[in-house]
T-cell receptor, first 117, second 111 residues
Framework: DAGVIQSPRHEVTEMGQEVTLRCKPISGHDYLFWYRQTMMRGLELLIY????????DSGMPEDRFSAKMPNASFSTLKIQPSEPRDSAVYFC???????????????FGPGTRLLVL | KQEVTQIPAALSVPEGENLVLNCSFTDSAIYNLQWFRQDPGKGLTSLLL?????REQTSGRLNASLDKSSGRSTLYIAASQPGDSATYLC??????????FGAGTRLFVKA
């Protein structure tokens, strides 16, 4: 398996523009997580899905942020409009609830480095 | 509100030394605790996951322990190597699948 795939790896945009981050989880995983990492706040959970359904979005900072999971192999995190304080590394992770040796282990993608000017 | 603290924030040791990284959490009602490694500019790699009913997990030179009642976990690294240099994060799973991370311990192993 290729692991969790995220795109783009780097994104530079101007304030006010729309940003869309993409994630492909590991095949067969039923949980998908979006995190944001900054120096000041560390790693924060934004939202997570179970079987494509959003379960907890209490970490989404503002209405400017939205996430979707239209199917088991794809998720997006959208910021509209973007602001300089949104600059961070955004990680996607997936895990499985199946009872095997790696149950609940979270597997992270390489992240998307976002810079909003 | 669950808070996760990691001490020390940074650590520098000579190669070959055994070391312990500490993680504490304020609410003992956790489902599991996971230790991750993060290399600069990279994503997180899971090292060990301890379920709330377990006391420890081992993988190679790594051993993680969990004392849920006291809200503590330790990651023991035996015979450290320069390749172990990275940031180590612990994370606790609370209600649902919500996960709270510590700020991490930055480890540097000198050759």
């Amino acid at each position: 398996d290729a692991g969790v795939i995220q795109s783009p790896r780097h994104e530079v945009t101007e304030m006010g523009q729309e940003v869309t981050l993409r994630c492909k989880p590991i095949s067969g995983h039923d949980y998908l997580f979006w995190y944001r990492q900054t120096m000041m706040r560390g790693l924060e959970l934004l939202i997570y899905f179970n079987n494509n359904v959003p379960i907890d979005d209490s970490g989404m900072p503002e209405d400017r942020f939205s996430a979707k999971m239209p199917n088991a192999s794809f998720s997006t995190l959208k910021i509209q409009p973007s602001e300089p304080r949104d600059s961070a590394v955004y990680f996607c992770a997936s895990s499985s609830s199946r009872a095997d040796a790696n149950q609940e282990t979270q597997y992270f993608g390489p992240g998307t480095r976002l810079l909003v000017l | 509100k669950q808070e996760v603290t990691q001490i020390p924030a940074a650590l520098s040791v000579p190669e070959g030394e055994n070391l312990v990284l500490n993680c504490s959490f304020t609410d003992s009602a956790i489902y599991n605790l996971q230790w991750f490694r993060q290399d600069p500019g990279k994503g997180l790699t899971s090292l060990l996951l301890i379920q709330s009913s377990q006391r420890e997990q081992t993988s190679g030179r790594l051993n993680a322990s969990l004392d849920k009642s006291s809200g503590r976990s330790t990651l023991y690294i035996a015979a450290s190597q320069p390749g172990d240099s990275a940031t180590y994060l612990c994370a606790v799973r609370i209600g649902g699948f919500k996960t709270i991370f510590g700020a991490g311990t930055r480890l540097f192993v000198k050759a």
